[in-house]
T-cell receptor
Framework: EAEVAQSPRYKITEKSQAVAFWCDPI?????LYWYRQILGQGPELLVQ????????DSQLPKDRFSAERLKGVDSTLKIQPAELGDSAMYLC??????????????FGPGTRLTVL | GDSVTQMEGPVTLSEEAFLTINCTYT??????LFWYVQYPGEGLQLLLK?????DKGSNKGFEATYRKETTSFHLEKGSVQVSDSAVYFC???????????FGAGTRLAVHP
């Protein structure tokens, strides 16, 4: 069964350092999502791509976060500089991208970030 | 804006007990509704979904019915197992780009 891949699974960094997370969606999925899940809360969307284009980044803190999906396949989410409040699980998801409300999102295992 | 409210946890049950986790939503339009499950240290897995009013989603003994009149999508299971221990998230799809909005999650602990 195809899965969404993410790396690394765990990342510990010091504040003010740069970190990057990688996501490889299910093959053929046009839509890719990055969510942030703070401990004890539900995931919140940071950015959504349709192929290589950003279609929603309204909740992305653009002063320190950036995301790209250059070839419309895998994606990288970067934080620079990291702050203590960025400690969370970062989840990547993908869907086929048929734009219907029934389009199911499949999640990767996540990257747990700890900022010291 | 659109939102999802779930009952707070943790919910602690004995094996073979009946489970209900309440979920209500606020949305414009007619969203699809989902239940996702997160086992310790893992990402989210889709448990079930319903795309229109009165639809019932079901999977692995879990069920939920899309109730438009009460804006609810309560999760039920007739007999829980220890292996069902996890965090359960109710969610709706919102807007033209299929963005998911999640509730805060409900932790379920089932003991033998």
């Amino acid at each position: 069964e195809a899965e969404v891949a993410q790396s690394p699974r765990y990342k510990i960094t010091e504040k003010s350092q740069a970190v990057a997370f990688w996501c490889d969606p299910i093959s053929g999925h046009a839509t890719l999502y990055w969510y942030r899940q703070i401990l004890g809360q539900g995931p919140e969307l940071l950015v959504q791509f349709q192929d290589e284009s950003v279609v929603d980044d309204s909740q992305l803190p653009k002063d320190r976060f950036s995301a790209e999906r250059l070839k419309g396949v895998d994606s990288t989410l970067k934080i620079q500089p990291a702050e203590l409040g960025d400690s969370a699980m970062y989840l990547c998801a993908s869907s086929s991208g048929d734009s219907s409300s029934t389009d199911t999102q499949y999640f990767g295992p996540g990257t747990r970030l700890t900022v010291l | 804006g659109d939102s999802v409210t779930q009952m707070e946890g943790p919910v602690t049950l004995s094996e073979e007990a009946f489970l209900t986790i309440n979920c209500t939503y606020t949305a414009t339009g007619y969203p699809s509704l989902f239940w996702y499950v997160q086992y310790p240290g893992e990402g989210l897995q889709l448990l079930l979904k319903a795309t229109k009013a009165d639809d019932k989603g079901s999977n692995k003994g879990f069920e939920a019915t899309y109730r438009k009149e009460t804006t609810s999508f309560h999760l039920e299971k007739g007999s829980v197992q220890v292996s069902d221990s996890a965090v359960y998230f109710c969610a709706l799809s919102s807007g033209g780009y299929n963005k998911l909005i999640f509730g805060a999650g409900t932790r379920l602990a089932v003991h033998p």
